[in-house]
């Protein structure tokens, strides 16, 4: 009876129910293997940590020394939190507790934790194929990136157009990466620039010709011009321009004013490709591909330089994406990087630092969860959670350091201020004295003449003839001082 007890008592533990039961030692190995102080002996049952195992192992943990170290994960996890599933491609979903390594189902996956797809391969199994001009995908009509860059589409479709500077373009826009060839414009750099036409945009248009589509046919006239290949001058009286067809729909004004006579404005666009606005008083950002740009808004024709992105080119490519030599760090269109971030940086732009609780501040470039975990005190994917165990620690050491900062602070006023007091009374208290011959005190005053502590104010002369014989006194004194100096030990110096 005692024995059925006993297992029904371990069985409670294990499903996790709390009764008292199992302060009971009914949670320690063995049967009822416990001190009088219901400390375990041989330690816990799996599942159960403590002194007396009546703490639970948490999440994925099948055993544990504590609650933020595991010793098993359960199938399907692994590391010191049980918290990152194995890889894909894991036989039976198992992986090793530290590293995540395990072997693999078969070749499809890469080797070591087995989760991801190897080769050109998607699917659950890996034993589907992407198209054919992926790097890697997720489905047969989603590629992540393309072959060498030369490709664009979501699924690598369409080739980068023969204008595009080294052939390379953007996968989601097919904007070239380093611009356009000379000859070739547009953001996929797949128009030919005016004046010239051609597969290859190497052949000039006819004179007079502002664009064309072969020699014999201009799609656009310089101002004065018109006819297939504007070779017949515009009418006496058109404003600069007239119908490529026929010379007709001109204006009786100067045949060479270019701007509007009510607001200034230049009718024709601007004289330079490097200028634009109503006015053309701006000018195109230095970093747009041959300095060209939208008449109107300003915007790059051509596409960025190397490491700008924008419609106007003026934002630099963050210097925390991954760089390689002759290759821009970022697309032109957002400025997301092309081939990750650097260490400890995360985001589109990867211009997001990981969390300084992240262990070697290393995160997921997409989520900014800690790759690694955290360093100790912290937990949760991000790592921005204080464990609970230390939270109270870190609060009494702040408030301990600063009450012992604010006591030390304020001592030291103290002390200077007291200082400074007894200097500045001592300074007041210490007089210039010295003593006669006959022991009197004598106070030096006005014109080197010593009066002595003796004279009183009732001893004030009172009649003219006192007066004159204090004054013969004081001459006889003063010639008297003037002749003999008197010795050194007759003056004694007095301090209060």
């Known amino acids: 009876m005692a024995s059925l007890v006993s297992v029904m008592l371990v069985l409670v533990c294990q499903i996790g129910l709390t009764i008292q039961a199992c302060a009971e030692c009914a949670c320690c190995k063995g049967s009822f293997t416990c001190e009088s102080n219901k400390n375990c002996i041989n330690g816990c049952i799996d599942g ?271 210097t925390s994406c991954i760089s390689y030599t002759g290759k821009r760090r970022c697309d032109g269109t957002k400025g997301h990087c092309l081939f990750g971030c650097k260490y400890g940086f995360h985001g589109e732009r990867c211009d997001n630092i990981c969390s300084s609780q992240c262990v070697n501040t290393t995160c997921n470039q997409t989520t900014a969860e800690c790759s690694y975990g955290c360093i100790d005190g912290f937990k949760g994917p991000k790592c921005a959670e204080i464990i609970p165990d230390l939270e109270g620690y870190y609060t009494r050491s702040t408030l301990i350091g600063s009450t012992i900062g604010t006591f030390l602070a304020g001592g030291i006023v103290v002390g200077i201020a007291s200082l400074i007091t007894i200097i500045i009374r001592r300074r007041r208290n210490i007089q210039t004295k010295q003593l006669d011959v006959h022991g009197h005190v004598n106070t030096i005053g006005p014109c080197g003449i010593r009066s002595n502590d003796d004279t009183h104010e009732n001893d004030s002369p009172v009649t003219y003839e006192d007066l004159k014989s204090r004054d013969e006194r004081l001459y006889s004194q003063i010639t008297t001082s003037q002749q003999e100096t008197p010795p050194a030990t007759d003056y004694v110096n007095y301090s209060s």
Not at 91 to 113: A, I, Q, R, W
Not at 245 to 263: E, K, L, M, P, W
Not at 272 to 296: A, P
Request: overall charge negative; proline content about 3%.
């Open 48 to 318: 159960y940590y403590g002194a007396k195992c009546t703490e639970e192992c948490q999440g994925n943990c099948e055993t544990c020394v504590n609650g933020n170290e595991c010793t098993e994960c359960t199938p399907g996890y692994y590391n010191n939190k049980c918290s990152i599933p194995c890889g894909k491609g894991c036989v039976n979903n198992t992986c090793l507790l530290v590293s995540g390594e395990c072997p693999c189902k078969s070749s499809y996956f890469t080797k070591g934790k087995c989760d991801a797809c190897a080769g050109l391969r998607y699917g659950d199994e890996c034993n589907n194929t992407c198209p054919s001009n992926c790097g890697t995908c997720i489905s047969d009509t989603e590629c992540l990136w393309c072959k060498n860059t030369v490709y664009y589409g979501s699924y690598c479709q369409h080739r980068c157009s023969l204008g595009c500077d080294q052939g390379r373009c953007i996968k989601s826009t097919g904007h070239c990466i380093e611009g356009c060839k000379s000859g070739f414009s547009g953001g996929k750099c797949d128009k030919c620039s005016p004046g010239v036409f051609g597969p290859f945009c190497d052949q000039n248009c006819s004179n007079n010709c502002f664009s064309c589509l072969s020699e014999t046919n201009c799609t656009e006239c310089n101002p004065g011009f018109y006819g297939e290949k504007c070779a017949n001058a515009c009418p006496s009286g058109c404003n600069g321009t007239c119908s490529v067809s026929n010379g007709q729909s001109c204006n009786i004004t100067d045949i060479y004013r270019v701007c509007a006579t009510d607001t200034g404005r230049c009718i024709h666009g601007c004289n330079s490709v490097i200028k634009y606005g109503e006015y053309c008083e701006k000018q195109c950002s230095d970093t747009c591909n041959n300095k060209s740009c939208d008449l109107k808004t300003g915007h790059c024709l051509e596409g960025c330089e190397m490491n700008f992105y924008g419609l106007f080119c003026v934002d630099s490519c963050s």
